[in-house]
């Protein structure tokens, strides 16, 4: 089993920034990838950016050169870093990590952004 933690969401304003992270517990060797996804209100689950064990990073487009995906191995956790927020980015963001062949999710954590 793999636990997943995220904490760093809250309300800012357009072009503000906010950091996510996700502490990561439990069986995490071997971990294939992290993620995050976001969840807007009447829409689908999407993803937002992934970072793999060998460290291959990829983003949506909708997110590229704004937001950035980190990791501290150390540490176990995961980091979304996102810079001029927009209110189209309002979402719950969710922490995710595959390890074959399961997939694990966190709680979330709400991020507003207002206009």
């Known amino acids: 089993q793999v636990q997943l933690v995220e904490s760093g969401g809250g309300l800012v304003q357009a072009g503000g920034s906010l950091r996510l992270s996700c502490a990561a517990s439990g069986i995490i060797l071997s971990i294939n990838t992290m993620g995050w996804y976001r969840q807007a209100p009447g829409k689908q689950r999407e993803l937002v950016g992934s970072?793999?064990?060998?460290?291959?990073?990829n983003y949506a487009e909708s997110v590229k050169g704004r937001f950035t995906i980190s990791r501290d191995r150390a540490k176990n956790t995961v980091y979304l870093q996102m810079n001029s927020l927009k209110p189209e980015d309002t979402a719950v963001y969710y922490c995710n990590a595959f390890r074959i062949p399961n997939t694990y999710w966190g709680q979330g954590t709400q991020v507003t952004v207002s206009s």
């Open positions: 970072i793999s064990s060998g460290g291959s990073i």
